[in-house]
């Protein structure tokens, strides 16, 4: 089992080829690669070249971290097809990125619209169709889970979505701060998942859901924004000793990563802790010694 950092509160004070040694002073021996800016961006093509990319690697060599995953989310679904051929581009860019870093695994979102899911999922299905060639010629593994707002919120129907795709490289991701945007029910995901959850999100958050929708309120009422957080561990209502008691049950052997956002003046203490709580309850569920080293 991998456990790494994903450094995104680091993003705005660091360039991408720091963050290697940010997540080492953290304790990390592993780490993921979200979107930024100066390399593969949100929902736009990928700003790093040839020389980049190899110098992350060997910052990350040298550092003594590992690259989990990459992982780019790029409008693949639509909402046009304009916008979709984009993705592909941006999509084949990035799974080079990946091979050329060393790294066999990157993860995303479905990223379509929730109102228009029929149409999304069509889109989907197309861009999956273009790049399959790319991933299993690359030796790249494809990790999805389902987003708030998104065509797939669910996280029974995503795992379903999963394994309809048909592909052994191809797995689910279980994002424990999306818990109550998924049906809130990470046992019954994650087992029906079995074998194909591969990867885990690790942040805190409310549940929105809650005292008749009031946690969070937002204007007009009955608006359909999604509202949900990437808190530190303890900071919301995710039942973890749950997650990890599934997780335990469903034989996982992948890739936990901390991902807290939006608490950037207190980055380097949160990554610390959340590295602690997050081995503290490995050990508790699945033993010793069960944590890959670079």
């Not at 790494?4 to 002073?25: E, G, I, K």
């Not at 389902?146 to 996280?155: C, K, N, Q, V």
């Not at 046992?187 to 958050?205: C, N, P, R, S």
């Not at 980055?267 to 699945?286: C, D, G, P, T």
Request: charged share 25%; net charge negative; with cysteine.
């Amino acid at each position: 089992m991998k456990l790494a950092l994903d450094p995104q509160m680091f993003y705005s004070t660091h360039s991408v080829l720091d963050l290697p040694d940010v997540v080492a002073r953290a304790g990390y021996s592993w780490m993921e690669l979200s979107p930024k800016d100066d390399f593969i961006p949100f929902f736009r093509y990928p700003r790093a070249d040839d020389a980049t990319v190899a110098a992350l690697r060997k910052r990350a060599a040298d550092a003594g971290v590992g690259i989990a995953s990459v992982l780019p989310v790029l409008r693949w679904s639509g909402p046009g097809e304009e916008e979709r051929q984009a993705a592909v581009r941006a999509w084949r860019r990035a799974i080079q990125i990946t091979a050329d870093l060393g790294v066999d695994t990157m993860n995303s979102e479905f990223n379509g619209r929730p109102e228009a899911a029929e149409f999304a999922e069509s889109q989907f299905l197309r861009s999956m169709e273009e790049l399959v060639p790319d991933f299993e010629r690359e030796g790249i593994k494809l990790v999805l889970e389902p987003h708030p707002d998104d065509f797939i919120e669910d996280g029974h129907a995503a795992v379903d979505m999963v394994r309809g795709l048909n592909r052994d490289w191809i797995s689910f991701l279980y994002c424990t701060p999306h818990t109550f945007h998924q049906g809130n029910d990470p046992a019954g995901i994650i087992a029906a998942a079995g074998d194909k959850v591969t990867y885990v999100h690790l942040a805190d958050t409310l549940d929105h859901t809650a005292s008749n929708g009031l946690r969070y309120i937002v204007n007009p009422p009955g608006s359909t924004v999604r509202v949900h957080q990437h808190s530190e561990m303890g900071r919301g209502e995710v039942d973890f000793d749950a997650v990890f008691a599934a997780l335990a049950g469903a034989g996982f052997d992948g890739v936990v990563s901390s991902c807290v956002f939006g608490w950037e003046e207190h980055a380097e203490e949160i990554s610390v802790r959340q590295r602690e709580k997050a081995s503290a309850l490995i050990e508790k569920h699945f033993g010793t010694g069960v944590l890959t080293p670079r």
